[in-house]
């Protein structure tokens, strides 16, 4: 089976809801690609497939979750150097603050 022919790290992210926010860490200038499970496959397939993210010149990132979804990060050096040591966090949700209205 055929895989793309630059250095990556992957992390499975599960099921994640809308609205959750990932945390992620570099040591070096690499992209940052997070997709969906379809998407993923795509990929390692060297296939067409889309992605939120990019280029990743400061760290940390911080990529919202924009729907309800089984997500994979790819961290990859691909017309970059070197790997980039990564690491991923989920960032706590903030709470909503409830507005009152004024009588």
Avoid: C
């Avoid at 793309?4 to 099921?15: I, N």
């Avoid at 997070?34 to 060297?46: G, H, K, P, S």
Wanted: hydrophobic letters at 45%; proline letters at 5%; glycine letters at 4%.
């Amino acid at each position: 089976m055929a895989k793309p022919s630059f250095r990556f790290t992957h992390y499975d992210l599960k099921e994640l809801r809308a609205g959750s926010t990932i945390e992620v860490s570099l040591n070096g200038v690499n992209n940052v690609r997070l997709m969906t499970a379809v998407n993923y496959q795509r990929f390692t397939e060297l296939l067409d497939f889309k992605y939120l993210g990019g280029v990743a010149k400061k760290s940390p990132v911080r990529i919202a979750i924009p729907e309800s979804a089984h997500w994979h990060l790819i961290v990859d050096m691909e017309g970059h150097a070197a790997l980039a040591e990564s690491s991923v966090k989920m960032l706590p949700a903030i709470p909503q603050q409830v507005q009152r209205k004024a009588s």
